[in-house]
Every structure is written in structure tokens, then in C-alpha cells.
């Protein structure tokens, strides 16, 4: 039986003083979807993305597709 519970995790990255998101990837084999959360609140909202626009995302970070904040 699949486990239905987000297994979150930050990047290796992620030591930028708070100013991260949580990531659970282990539920697209199932839902399709990759769950992301703002690591400095686990209780508040998720963001539930499909896996193309989570890669999408991603992979406009990768490339400096949002400029810098």
C-alpha cells in the first residue's frame, strides 16, 4: 500500500536564512501532483501543482526565467 502522507523536504540549498519552500514529491505516482508549502509555516496553506508545471517551475528557476527578488 502507497503511503498517502507528504513526505516534505527542502533543498540542499536551502540555507538562505528562512526564505524557503517545502517540497512533497512522493505523492505524483499517485495524484499527479507535487505538493509545496512555505517552510516557515507547515500548518498554512499548500500549494498542490501538477508534475508538468511543477517541472515547468522549476526549470524556469534553473534558467533565471524570474529574475532575482
Known amino acids: 500500500m502507497t503511503n498517502q502522507t507528504p513526505q516534505w ?4 540549498y536551502s540555507s538562505n536564512g528562512g526564505q524557503c ?11 499527479g501532483s507535487v505538493s509545496v508549502r512555505d ?20 526549470g524556469g528557476v534553473k534558467t533565471g526565467g524570474f529574475g532575482t527578488l
Open 9 to 12: 523536504f527542502t533543498s540542499s
Open 21 to 31: 519552500v517545502e517540497v512533497a514529491a512522493n505523492l505524483v505516482a499517485r495524484f
Open 39 to 58: 517552510s516557515k509555516n507547515p500548518r498554512g496553506p499548500v500549494l498542490d501543482l501538477s508534475a508538468a508545471s511543477f517541472v515547468s517551475f522549476v
